[in-house]
């Protein structure tokens, strides 16, 4: 079970909700409606003491759910009595909710949520080794919904200050990345800004058109919910700001425009383009197969029983390694 918040106008309405399992796809369901103020459905009768109404047991009980204590807890929790709060604390009655759904196998992470947890885990924009993070560190995720995902969130963005929108806005949706690919504009930043803005956009419509990420939800042809807040919270709070997106990921893309590698890593780079025949980028994006076919040909157009050099191919053997390294660590 979660609590789930609806923001409708200008108040939040809040639901117990549930993630199931329906045959491969985790879903969720309403289990009650809690209006726009749960904490009517506490009562105290005096001192210390506390209990839910009777209704709330009920109707979760209706829906086969029988919650314990310490599950209402975690549900009511921001509306228990500050001192109740810290009652229970002493007593280390809070504990986290057991999962609703069968542990069994492996939950795959979406890049975009595990962009979000490495951000809001360590505060920093450089995700590089994003990839070689164990599943373990995202087990907050695990065995949830979408929409108990995006619940989740919600609840775990309320630390961000207005200033580290920017940042987070810009690493959660790759803009740093793709703003690499963008030429300075130097006719303005106002052009720049709307370069930034447009690039926005498109990483949002992207992420909004990609079923498998929300899978279990039901489909719109219009902007989920749960992405407009990020579109709220870019033109809010980043683009207010003397547009300081533009002038931070412009610092960020000039330093990565004017990095040279050192000379031996250029020598090699030249090296290995020479020996196979193309580009060193082509031979970074190259797929496995693809790139072990290559070399395949030029091993046998270097080996020495083929009239080469035994130097030149040991030179493309050990590129070829090196090479593969690198494309297991990515």
Request: charged content about 30%; aromatic content about 14%.
């Amino acid at each position: 079970m979660y609590l789930a918040r609806t923001n409708i106008g200008n108040q939040t309405h809040y639901n117990i909700r549930e993630t199931f399992l329906d045959g491969d796809c985790l879903k969720s369901r309403e289990l009650f409606y809690l209006g726009t103020d749960p904490s009517r459905y506490i009562i105290y009768p005096g001192g210390k003491g506390y209990y839910f109404d009777e209704v709330v047991e009920e109707t979760l009980q209706e829906h086969g759910v029988n919650p314990t204590q310490e599950e209402l807890d975690q549900i009511f929790w921001d509306f228990l009595d500050p001192e109740i709060q810290r009652v229970i604390r002493g007593f280390e009655k809070k504990t986290k909710t057991p999962l609703s759904v069968s542990d069994k196998g492996v939950q795959d992470f979406h890049l975009f949520d595990k962009r979000r947890v490495h951000f809001l885990r360590f505060g920093t924009m450089d995700q590089q080794r994003i990839h070689q993070i164990p599943d373990k560190f995202f087990r907050a995720l695990r065995n949830k919904s979408r929409d108990e995902i995006e619940q989740y969130f919600m609840g775990e963005e309320r630390i961000l200050r207005p200033r580290e929108l920017i940042r987070y806005l810009s690493v959660i949706f790759g803009l740093e990345q793709r703003l690499l690919y963008v030429q300075p504009d130097q006719t303005g930043n106002g052009l720049q800004q709307e370069k930034v803005d447009t690039l926005f956009i498109e990483s949002v419509c992207d992420l909004n058109q990609d079923d498998t990420f929300w899978a279990g939800m039901p489909r719109t042809d219009k902007l989920q919910g749960y992405l407009r807040r990020y579109v709220i919270f870019y033109f809010d709070h980043a683009v207010q700001q003397a547009a300081p997106i533009p002038r931070y990921l412009h610092e960020f893309m000039n330093r990565h425009r004017t990095y040279r590698p050192p000379k031996k890593v250029r020598l090699n780079m030249a090296e290995a383009s020479r020996l196979f025949g193309t580009t060193w980028e082509r031979l970074r994006q190259m797929d496995r197969e693809t790139f072990t076919r290559l070399y395949r040909k030029q091993a046998l157009k270097f080996h020495p029983d083929q009239g080469g050099s035994q130097k030149t191919f040991i030179k493309l053997t050990k590129l070829y390694e090196n090479l593969m390294k690198k494309k297991d660590r990515n």
